[in-house]
Antibody
């Protein structure tokens, strides 16, 4: 059974930093692209970042490029999102999502974690 | 690309059908997925390739459409189907989700 478990969400002040983690199990983590998708308080879903298998590629939304860094440790089956220079508009539930493994597009997600809450406020 | 869903809220009685729409601002071929989200839960993949049901999804969920117009139909709504539904285009960067349609009990 595929399981994705996020952690690391917290209340942080504007300008602060946070590192999110996503622990994966039940599939070949090292052969799958993984993404972070966030859901705003208004319930809008926003794609944040993607990392390819073997860290072959990293992609970011314009709104987070230069502030967020995605990485993975295949030896630990764990995905990370380092979030720096946080802003109020980064407040959201952050989900890790797994590429379905079949689609030619890495942006089709067949499993999502339960999410971790990030609140940016003074 | 902008994905626009309508209506924002759909009130349906159990046993009836629901038709949800999703419009893309430019052609995305067949690369549209539909997700279901219940309160406090993560999104769940229902449909990909505009019309292919994901593993384990009941046959009462069907998708159709191409290019810029897509539809998710839920026939004979069950109590567990009342939720928010999102469409997503996944062929072009960046991947974009629609704003969602809430299906509520009438």
């Amino acid at each position: 059974e595929v399981q994705l478990l996020e952690s690391g969400g917290d209340l942080v002040q504007p300008g602060g930093s946070l590192r999110l983690s996503c622990s994966a199990s039940g599939f070949s983590f090292n052969s799958h692209a993984m993404s972070w998708v966030r859901q705003t308080p208004g319930k809008r879903l926003e794609w944040v970042s993607l990392i390819g298998a073997a860290s072959s590629v990293t992609l970011y939304a314009d709104s987070v490029r230069g502030r967020f860094t995605v990485s993975r440790d295949d030896s630990k089956n764990t995905l990370y999102l380092q979030m720096d220079s946080l802003r109020a508009e980064d407040t959201a539930v952050y989900y890790c999502a797994k590429w379905d493994g079949v689609s030619t597009s890495w942006y089709l997600y067949d499993h999502w974690g339960q999410g971790t809450h990030v609140t940016v406020s003074s | 690309i902008v994905m626009t869903q309508s209506p924002g809220t759909l009130s349906v009685s159990p046993g009836e059908s629901a038709t949800l729409s999703c419009r893309a601002s430019e052609s995305v071929g067949y690369t549209v997925a539909w997700y279901q989200q219940k309160p406090g839960q993560a999104p769940r993949l229902l449909i990909h390739g505009a019309s292919t049901r994901a593993t384990g999804i009941p046959a009462r969920f069907s998708g159709s459409g191409a290019a810029t117009e897509f539809t998710l139909t839920i026939s004979s709504l069950q109590s567990e189907d009342f939720a928010v539904y999102y469409c997503q285009q996944y062929n072009h960067w960046p991947p974009v989700f629609g704003g969602g349609t809430k299906v509520e009990i009438k």
